[in-house]
């Protein structure tokens, strides 16, 4: 499992999940210590080292004895002893103190509590997104989001693959990974809406209709399935499949003692309405043969209430109504037909004891009523001699069972197929690609009193998963090692490759062989059975119950596959052969192998269903017409299953795969129980202690030199932005950084580099955030200024056009750099305060300015123009706020005609606001600029040589400013008289007409380089959003 974006998993990276994250640079010794317990224990009685639970879980276990004797390791790498003692006691402790969830390096190891704990839902969803594993205690959605998040950055397919006996919690944690992706994508998209909508809606339908109560788990999978998810860049889920294996058809007709058929019948009878009991002739459960002899209830359950939940899902995948109808019609007609008997006439031949019941079964199906009745009581043969040479051969009341049995399963086995591929029609995958991710949810082993067909192909495919988890966990990465010219000791594991031949070899295998038999005609199971014996008698996965009766035995997982507690001693059976197991020895009961291989529906029956009137049940049989009559024989259900299993190895190799290992506590569903000796077994044959020592003993990460280099090249001056030299030393000198000695923290393969515990991973990965977060605030911070610098020189260029004709200019305000805060009052801190409280931000220009009050006396202020207002601020030891003029009460901009630094700011009924700034021209510009955005009307800028003032409120006009112009004096010169102030301007800085030539030249050779156009024309509408509106978009950003 990635722990981490860009870094590969399985046999590739991802180390121990939960490890603690050490802070700062991470030495050796540190390193060391964290895979041992501290000391700390010694002071937990003087209340030093104490580490509550949550912390705990966070630093992955590794904090000291006590800690471990109370709640165990959340990580079971880091267990102080690697023994069989210690890794069950672990289990053990998590499990009474309801942690359900522990590590073993990349991979999760799930026990099943059989009682609901509450650590689901949308508030823990969210404290697992975007984190890494080793942030948070173990759990199913750490196995999700890293599957989530190594899909994303690696651009590489994901599988989930959760393994386990029945009745360990496969389903339900398949079902939290899928609650987990559907929450963190991304919502609001018509068709990625959708696809959630269908993958949620599938689960409880398929439910319904694969699932079942067993001795061992009330809500077992009946079926296997391999869920995709396909998702587009953004990580969008954008189509999907899913993909159905064997469909336990054989729980229609028998249910051993305590368990139930398939959810769905009982659903239907408990949550029927009138309606559907008239439509549907429905009775009590005890009246149909398929149920009467089940289980009709589960402590806890309500199937009224799961059948309304399974209509809604049906309305979630968007099946009709009308269809829905049908669907319950097939069902009701499969618990109808297991109440057709037959007897026998004085010939011996097939004779219907109550038809009227199949009167009934053709009307629910809309069927002609005596084609059905024929199809149940003969069979018509057609000879080999002559094409078309047909005749009727009437059934023994064994083989009308016989068909009876195949109507029903033939009929509930094309209605769940239908159910399958409706969903994947309406999520069907997108052509232009992406990315998937994969679930499996599968049968886990089983071993019952009796064995058949059906538990051979369920302990065949975890047969495989287990081959599976063997090569991408322990074989590979000790070949790796070995490749890349790693010191190593080889681990010993039990290798169950000699089991899946004896099942799957060609020419001479089991499934071979039963096929071989199959499709002979004259084929029996015991002509089978003896072939068998006679081809595989020396494979020692394969043995006769005779040779132990009463007896088990078996060795230690690293020499062969150990005894299961949970089956019984094989007895002397001449019907019988055992597979010794990767979980165990399991008898299997040869009776019936023959014809559950050849999942026979005769061609009777099937064009009795064609000639239905509903639509809907004619469709569940699209090879059938009755013109036509195909001569090819259907491949059987072994071969069918076979190259299923290959095409899904086949995927599960392409993909990198995440793996999930459930445990089932106790047998008897007890909650919190914890069984020694069951654990015990499933530990083994799951080589969980192997695992641990090759993650001990191994490198939890290695990447290939070029990776490695690039994805942490930030970390170090020296290799930042590019590394010249050769990138195995790049390597090094990024490691030297966290002052790792080579021989211990880490080594060089030939192509790889080899780190040998997590936690330098973890540093590096937040040294990488660090330096990422730098490099963005240095990025945003030059693009920022960028955008602000072309911002004001846009604006500073627009000033030309607003004072063309009615004012001179000073010849520093042609062509200036227009700053904006040119006291720096975005980063004083009292100023920020005080602009807050008024729920202000941003500060757009500020300057010192002589204000100019009522008796026309000048004042130092600083004059700022925010967002929303002017402000006039005090200086000196009172700095405060002195006044605040909203820009929607300005209703007037007044200046002079001559080159001087006076404004007046009409405002609506309060008295103006009369300063002289140096940066006038950029004020002003910036004002207007602003309040584009924010008034209906800018008001019009308005120059004259005199200037009345409104010096106190509700007043007329008293105050005046009076410009004139002298050409003799330097500097401006100022006389008060009354309420009048007399200003004399010089001209010694008067911009001449060859400034503003050589001001308009510079800008357009400036245009003619970049391609650009002149400035628009100051407006004044507040729909454009200002004249710079496609400007200030990205300066506010």
Known sequence: MSAFPGVRSHTENGGPASSPRPQGKVTPASLHDTAKPSSSASNSKKGKGKVDKATYEMMGGGVGAAQV??????????????????????????????????????VLISTNPYTPIDIYGKAVIQRYQGRYPYENPPHVYAVAESAYRSMLFEREDQSIIISGESGSGKTENSKKIMEYISAVCRSGVERVDYVKNIFLGSNPLLEAFGNAKTVRNDNSSRFGKYMVMQFNRRGEPIGGHVEQYLLEKSRIIHQLPGERNFHIFYQLLAGASKQDISDYKLMPPESFRYLKDSEFEIAGWDDAKEASETRKAMDLVQINKADQHAIFSVVAAVLHVGNVEFKADPKG???????????????????????LKKALTHRTVTTTAQRGSRYEVPLSVASAEFTREALAKGLYGRLFNYLVQHINKSIKMDESGGFIIGVLDIYGFEIFGKNSFEQLCINYVNEKLQQIFIELTLKAEQEEYRKEGIAWEDVDYFNNQQCVLLIEKKPIGIFALLDEETLLGKGTDATFLRKMYQNLRTNVHLEQPEARPGGRGGKSLAGAPPASPSSSSHQTNPTCFVVKHYAGDVQYESEGFIEKNKDTLFRDLMLAMAQSSLEFVQN???????????????????????????????????????????????SDKRALNFDLELTKHQVRYLGLLENIRVRRAGYAYRQEFDKFLARYKMITKSTWPVWKGEVKDG????????????????????????????????????????????????????????????????LREAAMAIYSGNKRRRRQSVNPNFRGDYLRLKSDKFVEQQLARLGESKILFADSTQKINRRMKAQERVFVISEKAVYNLAVGKKRRIKRRIPLTSIIGIRLSTFCDGYLVLKVKNEVDWVGELVRKTEAVTVLRDQMAKIVDEVPPLECDTTLNVTSKKGKVDKNQLRFTENPAVAYNATQRKGGVLNITVGQRDAATDDDFRSVVEFKRMKDQRSGGSKPAAAGTSKGGGGQFAHLRANFEK
């Not at 002893?81 to 053990?92: G, M």
């Not at 491949?635 to 995440?658: D, E, I, W």
């Not at 590096?764 to 960028?786: C, F, G, N, P």
């Open 69 to 106: 004797s109370k709640w165990g390791v959340a990580d079971m790498v880091m267990l102080p002893q690697v023994t069989e003692e210690a890794l069950l006691d672990n289990l053990d402790k998590r499990l009474r103190n309801r942690d359900i969830y522990s590590y073993i390096g990349p």
């Open 349 to 371: 031949n097939a004779l219907l004891v109550n038809p009227d019941q199949v009167d009934l079964i053709a009307n629910i199906l809309q069927v002609p009523s005596e084609l």
């Open 620 to 666: 569940l049989f699209p090879e059938v017409t009755a013109e036509s009559e195909s001569k090819k024989r259907p491949p059987t259900l072994a071969t069918q299953f076979r190259a299923q299993v290959g095409a899904l190895m086949k995927s599960l190799y392409s993909c990198n795969p995440h793996y999930i290992r459930c445990i089932k506590p106790n």
């Open 731 to 794: 390597c090094r000198e990024i490691l030297k950084y966290l002052n790792i000695i080579e021989s211990e923290g880490f080594q060089f393969g030939k192509t790889k580099v080899f780190v040998r515990l997590p936690e330098v991973i973890y540093e590096l990965e937040e040294q990488r955030m660090r330096r990422l977060e730098d490099i963005a605030t240095v990025i945003q911070k030059e693009w920022r200024a960028h955008q602000a610098r072309k911002y004001l020189m846009e």
